[in-house]
Nanobody, 132 residues
Framework: QVQLVESGGGLVQAGGSLKLSCAISGATPYTYCMGWFRQAPGKEREGVATIDSDGTTSYADSVKGRFTIFRDNAKNTLYLQMNSLKPEDSAMYYC??????????????????????????WGKGVLVTISS
């Protein structure tokens, strides 16, 4: 059973930085497409950043140049370094994994041959709040 546990959320001022972590158990993260998603109140969940088994990364346009997704295979941990944070980045951030073969990262999401992948496993999320 794959389990994902996020940490690192909090309250920071605009322009600040946060680093989110996702501890992964029951899976080897480098074999799957994994990523970070977020959902703000009243808005739909959106893909933020993903990384696939080839190490290819992808980002939503709104975070390109500010956020970096990376993983530490030895620690079975996925990270999201967030810099130059804006109030509009405030949301619940979720770590997710798609464990089937053939998934690839694009525009901040994971895709399968039929389209955007719904992801197989999700963490409970962490709250990120950016004050102006």
């Amino acid at each position: 059973q794959v389990q994902l546990v996020e940490s690192g959320g909090g309250l920071v001022q605009a322009g600040g930085s946060l680093k989110l972590s996702c501890a992964i158990s029951g899976a080897t993260p480098y074999t799957y497409c994994m990523g970070w998603f977020r959902q703000a109140p009243g808005k739909e969940r959106e893909g933020v950043a993903t990384i696939d088994s080839d190490g290819t990364t992808s980002y939503a346009d709104s975070v390109k140049g500010r956020f970096t997704i990376f993983r530490d295979n030895a620690k079975n941990t996925l990270y999201l370094q967030m810099n130059s944070l804006k109030p509009e980045d405030s949301a619940m951030y979720y770590c997710a994994a798609s464990v089937a073969w053939g998934r690839y990262a694009s525009d901040g999401n994971c895709y399968n041959p039929e389209g955007r992948d719904p992801m197989d496993y999700w963490g409970k999320g962490v709250l990120v709040t950016i004050s102006s």
